[in-house]
């Protein structure tokens, strides 16, 4: 039997040393042997404010360095049970966006082929629309546990289909997502009209603004997102800055108001025991995040999804 992988720990290597990979994991070419792929996808180009996300893989991997394999809050071990490791990036064309868009997508197709789960590390939030589409190959429509402070539903923007604040109604539009098995959580801020989240709850989406997570525990609604989700195919996307700017500062279109930390890892960690097909974390730029924090809350949050996919952590 191959001996599973291991992150480099600390007391083998200094945290400032050993391989620029998720966690200090061993790099791989391709996905085949591996149960799990963290995968970079350094893409900026969709941005509509202040760049920067092109460099978020980077950092994510960089600050991962102080993770260690085992969770002492859900005793979860993944590196126990599931053959891990980075498969390094998507080589995007930095040029031309629909070029990138359809490189995205063809790459999950290849690594869809093996049985293997994607974690991604963004990469503005436009990443996730071909991933879904690679993902609705294989899977069929799936559930979409999506935290962030935008919708990103916008019909189109300066003109064009493809940006970060459009993925969702593209997806909904080509049917990537399963009906009546999305959550949007944390959406917040101001809109150019006063019916912007409103074309969300017509799909049959459910919205959770950041309002009614204020001053609260968010596991009674995981529950009920579980629930809602049942064993259909899910995958999770969380923006970076679905996170208040006091933890989270370094992305490209701060919105206060937002999720506490914890509240990120309640809602990360109350989708145990769903059938998890993939996930993302997008959005973080590096350039105004100084001090790598907004990194740090990123790298953790991948690895709380590696930590509720399925056989790794079971609800009673």
């Not at 869809?112 to 990443?127: E, K, M, R, V």
């Not at 969702?168 to 959550?183: D, N, P, T, Y």
């Not at 989406?205 to 579980?226: D, G, H, I, N, Q």
């Amino acid at each position: 039997m191959a001996m599973l992988n291991q992150p480099l720990g600390g007391n083998e290597m200094p945290r400032f040393g050993g391989p620029a990979t998720m966690m200090r994991l061993p790099a791989h070419d391709s996905a085949k042997g591996l149960d799990v792929a963290f995968i970079g996808v350094p893409m900026d180009i969709a941005t509509s404010n202040r760049p920067g996300t092109r460099l978020g893989p980077r950092q994510i991997r960089d600050e991962s360095r102080m993770l260690r394999p085992y969770n002492m809050a859900t005793r979860a071990a993944p590196f126990d049970s599931l053959q891990v490791g980075d498969i390094g990036d998507v080589p995007i064309n930095t040029f031309h966006l629909p070029k990138t868009v359809e490189i995205i997508e063809r790459f999950y197709d290849d690594l869809l082929q093996y049985a293997c789960i994607p974690l991604t590390l963004g990469g503005d939030h436009l990443i996730t629309l071909p991933i879904l589409r690679a993902m609705a190959k294989k899977h069929g429509p799936v559930g979409l546990i999506h935290i962030d402070a935008h919708a990103d539903v916008n019909e189109h923007m300066f003109g064009e289909p493809l940006a970060h604040g459009t993925p969702f109604r593209r997806a909904q539009e080509e049917g990537l997502l399963a009906h009546g098995k999305v959550v949007q959580i944390g959406l917040r801020g101001t809109g150019y009209a006063a019916e912007d989240f409103d074309w969300c709850r017509q799909q049959g989406f459910r919205v959770v603004t950041a309002e009614e997570c204020w001053y609260r525990s968010l596991a009674p609604l995981m529950k009920e997102v579980r629930e809602q989700m049942g064993d259909t195919p899910v995958y999770i996307t969380f923006d970076i800055d679905g996170l208040d700017p006091s933890v989270a500062p370094g992305t490209g279109t701060v919105e206060m108001g937002g999720l506490t930390s914890t509240q990120g890892l309640e809602i990360v960690r109350g989708a145990a025991g769903l059938n998890i097909v993939g996930g993302d974390l997008v959005e973080v730029s590096p350039p105004y995040d100084p001090s790598g924090n907004t990194a740090l809350m990123g790298a953790t949050l991948l690895y709380e999804m590696l930590c509720v996919l399925p056989g790794v952590l079971r609800r009673d």
